[in-house]
Protein backbone atom coordinates (compact mmCIF):
# COMPACT_ATOMS: atom_id res chain seq x y z
CA UNK A 1 0.00 0.00 0.00
CA UNK A 2 1.52 3.03 -1.22
CA UNK A 3 1.12 6.64 0.73
CA UNK A 4 1.40 9.80 -0.01
CA UNK A 5 3.85 10.68 3.18
CA UNK A 6 6.88 8.53 4.68
CA UNK A 7 6.28 7.35 8.50
CA UNK A 8 8.33 8.78 10.42
CA UNK A 9 8.53 6.07 13.02
CA UNK A 10 10.76 4.71 10.94
CA UNK A 11 14.52 5.03 10.97
CA UNK A 12 13.92 6.40 6.89
CA UNK A 13 11.46 8.66 8.14
CA UNK A 14 12.97 9.87 11.87
CA UNK A 15 16.41 10.86 9.91
CA UNK A 16 14.40 12.40 6.59
CA UNK A 17 12.62 14.81 8.91
CA UNK A 18 14.95 15.42 11.69
CA UNK A 19 18.46 14.19 10.84
CA UNK A 20 19.51 16.61 7.75
CA UNK A 21 21.49 19.84 8.69
CA UNK A 22 18.80 21.73 6.76
CA UNK A 23 16.25 20.09 9.47
CA UNK A 24 18.42 20.88 12.82
CA UNK A 25 16.21 23.64 13.81
CA UNK A 26 13.40 21.23 13.60
CA UNK A 27 15.23 18.50 15.54
CA UNK A 28 16.47 21.10 17.86
CA UNK A 29 12.44 22.20 18.80
CA UNK A 30 11.57 18.36 19.11
CA UNK A 31 14.29 17.26 21.32
CA UNK A 32 13.21 20.14 23.14
CA UNK A 33 9.40 19.49 23.88
CA UNK A 34 10.51 16.21 25.58
CA UNK A 35 12.61 17.60 27.74
CA UNK A 36 12.10 19.41 31.17
CA UNK A 37 13.25 23.46 30.83
CA UNK A 38 16.18 22.32 32.95
CA UNK A 39 17.48 20.33 30.78
CA UNK A 40 16.84 22.18 27.45
CA UNK A 41 19.66 21.73 24.43
CA UNK A 42 21.62 24.35 23.84
CA UNK A 43 22.55 23.23 19.90
CA UNK A 44 23.44 20.27 18.74
CA UNK A 45 25.92 18.81 15.63
CA UNK A 46 25.56 16.06 13.43
CA UNK A 47 28.48 13.63 13.87
CA UNK A 48 29.53 10.21 12.53
CA UNK A 49 26.44 9.04 10.55
CA UNK A 50 25.17 5.31 11.05
CA UNK A 51 26.87 4.75 14.71
CA UNK A 52 26.29 1.03 14.94
CA UNK A 53 27.36 -1.09 17.77
CA UNK A 54 30.01 -3.96 18.43
CA UNK A 55 27.41 -6.71 19.84
CA UNK A 56 24.22 -7.73 19.44
CA UNK A 57 22.97 -7.03 22.66
CA UNK A 58 23.42 -2.95 22.05
CA UNK A 59 21.82 -3.38 17.86
CA UNK A 60 18.49 -2.56 19.32
CA UNK A 61 19.10 1.22 18.15
CA UNK A 62 21.05 2.94 15.81
CA UNK A 63 23.07 6.48 17.78
CA UNK A 64 23.38 8.65 14.56
CA UNK A 65 22.30 11.90 16.14
CA UNK A 66 24.84 13.65 18.71
CA UNK A 67 23.42 16.56 21.13
CA UNK A 68 26.11 18.84 22.00
CA UNK A 69 25.74 20.52 24.75
CA UNK A 70 28.84 22.15 26.05
CA UNK A 71 27.41 24.02 28.88
CA UNK A 72 26.73 21.12 31.22
CA UNK A 73 30.04 19.16 30.45
CA UNK A 74 31.61 18.71 33.33
CA UNK A 75 35.25 19.36 31.93
CA UNK A 76 34.16 22.93 31.44
CA UNK A 77 33.85 23.68 34.83
CA UNK A 78 36.54 25.80 36.86
CA UNK A 79 37.65 23.92 40.22
CA UNK A 80 35.65 25.88 42.43
CA UNK A 81 32.49 25.67 39.86
CA UNK A 82 33.65 21.75 40.18
CA UNK A 83 33.28 21.95 43.78
CA UNK A 84 29.99 23.73 44.32
CA UNK A 85 28.46 21.01 41.75
CA UNK A 86 29.85 18.27 43.33
CA UNK A 87 28.53 19.82 46.63
CA UNK A 88 25.02 20.31 44.92
CA UNK A 89 24.91 16.50 43.68
CA UNK A 90 25.81 15.11 47.18
CA UNK A 91 22.80 17.35 48.21
CA UNK A 92 20.67 15.86 45.31
CA UNK A 93 21.53 12.52 46.08
CA UNK A 94 21.03 12.85 49.95
CA UNK A 95 17.29 14.78 49.58
CA UNK A 96 16.91 11.67 46.56
CA UNK A 97 17.48 8.69 49.08
CA UNK A 98 14.98 9.92 51.81
CA UNK A 99 12.47 10.64 49.61
CA UNK A 100 12.93 6.90 47.59
CA UNK A 101 13.11 5.61 51.27
CA UNK A 102 9.77 7.49 52.37
CA UNK A 103 8.27 6.00 49.60
CA UNK A 104 8.98 2.77 49.87
CA UNK A 105 8.57 3.08 53.42
CA UNK A 106 5.26 4.53 52.82
CA UNK A 107 4.16 1.71 50.25
CA UNK A 108 5.42 -1.01 52.55
CA UNK A 109 3.15 0.93 55.25
CA UNK A 110 0.12 0.90 52.80
CA UNK A 111 0.65 -3.00 52.35
CA UNK A 112 0.59 -3.64 55.67
CA UNK A 113 -3.13 -1.80 55.93
CA UNK A 114 -4.12 -3.23 53.37
CA UNK A 115 -3.38 -6.57 54.50
CA UNK A 116 -4.91 -5.95 58.21
CA UNK A 117 -8.12 -4.76 56.05
CA UNK A 118 -8.49 -7.84 54.09
CA UNK A 119 -7.84 -10.18 57.43
CA UNK A 120 -10.29 -8.26 59.25
CA UNK A 121 -12.82 -9.09 56.60
CA UNK A 122 -11.84 -12.84 57.15
CA UNK A 123 -9.98 -13.16 53.59
CA UNK A 124 -7.85 -16.22 53.09
CA UNK A 125 -4.05 -15.33 53.94
CA UNK A 126 -3.32 -16.85 50.42
CA UNK A 127 -5.28 -14.55 48.70
CA UNK A 128 -3.83 -11.92 50.95
CA UNK A 129 -0.81 -13.02 50.60
CA UNK A 130 -0.80 -12.65 46.71
CA UNK A 131 -2.77 -8.83 46.42
CA UNK A 132 -0.52 -7.55 48.95
CA UNK A 133 3.14 -9.46 48.09
CA UNK A 134 3.46 -9.95 52.01
CA UNK A 135 4.34 -13.27 53.27
CA UNK A 136 1.52 -15.22 55.58
CA UNK A 137 4.19 -15.34 58.32
CA UNK A 138 4.28 -11.35 58.20
CA UNK A 139 0.25 -11.64 57.52
CA UNK A 140 -0.17 -13.70 61.00
CA UNK A 141 2.10 -11.73 63.13
CA UNK A 142 -0.01 -8.57 62.46
CA UNK A 143 -2.38 -6.72 65.07
CA UNK A 144 -6.10 -5.93 63.98
CA UNK A 145 -6.55 -4.06 66.79
CA UNK A 146 -8.04 -0.54 65.05
CA UNK A 147 -6.45 2.69 66.68
Known amino acids: MDSKYFNPYTDFGFKKLF ?13 NQLLPP ?14 LN ?9 FDIYCQFEIAEISH ?4 QYENYHKSLLEYWEVKNVKDMAFNEGKAEGKIE ?6 LQGIDI ?8 LTKD ?5 SLKKV
Open 19 to 31: GEEGSKDLLLDFL
Open 38 to 51: HHQIASLQFKNQEN
Open 54 to 62: DTTKECTAI
Open 77 to 80: LKPE
Open 114 to 119: VAKALK
Open 126 to 133: EVIAATTG
Open 138 to 142: EINKL
